[in-house]
């Protein structure tokens, strides 16, 4: 039998009282609750992308400076350990290496004191005021936590909290008059790039804040073609060009977990689809 439980402390408490056998969504503050009760507890690595978009069409964030002053700004590590224990396996690109068409490039350092200097060159006199539209889908301890760290820098992002719906229209505005940056999750449950970087970053796209003639060139043919190794290098190329552009910083994939009772034995998927009879047994 499955129940909708929408509460997550309602989905916890049914597991810990044994009448409920599996959970969807546990957060990563119930998995020591959950193991302490001799319960088991099975962390799937999803291949939804956690990130901060940087409007690179409008604004003050068209600047590159600006830009490159946020990532530097940005401690993942330090958001990571301190909200999630340091479960998040951190990303350098907006891809997972199940991903197809998944390369490296190296981290963003942490060097606060470099961003500081980006801002002052911006011609901002040491600070910088962003508007930062966020949905109330997403977490908001997270935003607040990237909050902080900017404010440590000299940028004050002003968070609009809207609803899923409001943030997802104010996001496809035309003129990309939406705001600076914003946390933003994308998955596509197909593991290729092209579901990924096409729609977040071909200039003709409704979710693109980001225009670059060789970009598109590139996700174009890397859309059409059959070659796998044209496709590989292609998209190696784009995510070396937006990580070198500080198009976006890129957080982590998205762990989701679940929680079960003992004779449970589950295998999550990443694209996080759920199937009865293939993922979940039972013994007596």
Not at 13 to 37: K, N, R, T, W
Request: with cysteine; net charge negative; hydrophobic share 40%.
């Amino acid at each position: 039998m499955f129940r909708v439980v929408p509460t997550g402390a309602t989905r916890l408490a049914d597991l810990l009282s044994g009448q409920a056998d599996l959970i969807f969504q546990a957060s990563p503050d119930d998995v020591p609750q959950i193991e302490s009760h001799g319960l088991r507890v099975f962390p799937s690595t999803t291949e939804r992308i956690a990130m901060v978009v940087l409007n690179a069409l409008d604004g003050a964030t068209k600047n590159k400076d600006v830009r490159e002053a946020i990532a530097l700004a940005i401690d993942r590590q330090a958001i990571d350990q301190s909200l999630y224990g340091g479960r998040e396996p951190l990303t350098n690109v907006v891809l997972m290496p199940q991903h197809f068409g998944y390369s490296t490039v190296p981290p963003y350092p942490h060097d606060p004191a470099k961003a500081k200097q980006l801002v002052a060159s911006a011609g901002t006199s040491g600070s910088l005021e962003l508007q930062w539209p966020a949905s109330t889908s997403f977490p908001s301890n997270v935003m607040q936590a990237i909050q902080s760290q900017l404010q440590d820098v000299g940028i004050t992002a002003r968070i609009q909290t809207l609803d899923g719906a409001t943030f997802l229209k104010t996001w496809q505005r035309p003129d990309r008059q939406w705001g600076n940056l914003a946390y933003f999750q994308w998955s596509c449950a197909c593991l290729d790039a092209d579901g990924v970087l096409n729609p977040v970053f071909h200039s003709g796209s409704i979710w693109s804040s980001y225009a670059n003639p060789e970009v598109d060139k590139l996700l174009d043919e890397a859309g059409s073609s059959l070659n796998p190794a044209v496709r590989r290098a292609d998209y190696a190329r784009i995510n070396r060009i937006l990580h070198d552009d500080y198009a976006v910083v890129p957080l982590w994939p998205i762990v989701r977990f679940y929680g079960g009772a003992t004779r449970v034995a589950f295998t999550p998927r990443s694209d996080e689809m759920f199937y009865v009879f293939d993922g979940v047994k039972l013994s007596q």
